[in-house]
């Protein structure tokens, strides 16, 4: 008797332990279930709500990550989970464009270009019975110009033209009203290749000439007119650069061209060019020096030195413009501009003297880039 009881107690224990184990691996089974069912559903929201940049940054392609027998319990649980993939295409397709905009912006380009318009006007008006006497005057300036330069690591190439207009009337000259008192157009090329840290292989072209006939004073004929004279220099040397905004191209081998196209109203001698003759050919040497300097923002300073020689006669030209900035639309200027050339053909006993000019005028002033 008593070892049926031991032996149903050892089957109830049996059956207790077998229920138990049973209890356990269910719960286990459906943990399982339930951690598998919310690693799918973070999968999908994780998929469906991700942001632009939070995709790309991670670098994750959904579907590729995702096993196949996982995949299709999502497409039949989550239908909307079928069009993360084109979606994701499509959103990198779309920042792959806005990044390479964005490296197209940043990215500084070689070319640069800016440009400067001035017009300054001075007038007074004087009654014929003012008591001090005097006269009516009237006078104006205009000066527009351009550049444009490629600026690569070791080839710079610079373009530039600037072009200069002044009128004023003229009292006690009866025979002209108004007079040309600036007139010039200037167009000027300089490429250079990197020879060392500071000195550049250099070529320069320069082309000048005037549009309107400046008058001797009290007669018809022309001190300079229309394409009379023409002036173009070519140089081939060497360029240092020291400093920003400074220059000093020294060309050992340089070209000089002087053309007059009217030689009855002008004197060609007095462009250099021989008697008899309305062009001038010859080879010499030259040097240039340009200087751009901004001390503070409201004062630009722009120095310009030529000189020129043919091995007997020198030319000589210096040219100090200073820009004081009062706003951003006005601007006092003042030049000075002396210059000495003894290649002039003079007759008799007459020699080259210095050559003075000095502008200072206010008025409107505008640059744009």
Known sequence: MAQRIIQYEDTFKLQDQKAASDIDELLLNLVAEQSRQLALDSTVAFAADTTLMQVL???????????????????AIHPEAQGVEVEHALVRDLEEDRLAMLRLLRKPSPWKKEGRILIQLTQNYTSPNWYQGGSSSFAMYGLMSGKIGYYGQRLTWENTGEWKEGFSTISGDTLH???????????????????????????????LTHFFPTYREKSNDWKTGPFSPIRLNLALGLDFQPVKGLSISVSPLAYKLVY??????????????????NILNEVGSSVRVEWLWHPFRELDLQAKFYCYTNYRRVELDLEVACDFIINRFLTARLVLHPRYDNTVILTGDEKAKMQFKELLSIGFAHKFH
């Open 57 to 75: 940054d991670s670098d994750i392609v959904i579907r590729e990550q995702i096993p196949e027998h996982i995949l299709a319990e999502m497409d």
């Open 177 to 207: 009203k108004i007079n040309t008192t600036e007139d010039q157009l200037k167009l000027m090329t300089k490429l250079n290749f990197r020879a060392h840290k500071y000195i550049y292989y250099n070529f320069t072209g320069e082309f």
């Open 260 to 277: 007059a196209m009217n030689t009855t109203r002008t004197k060609p001698t007095e462009f250099s060019i021989p008697e008899g003759k």
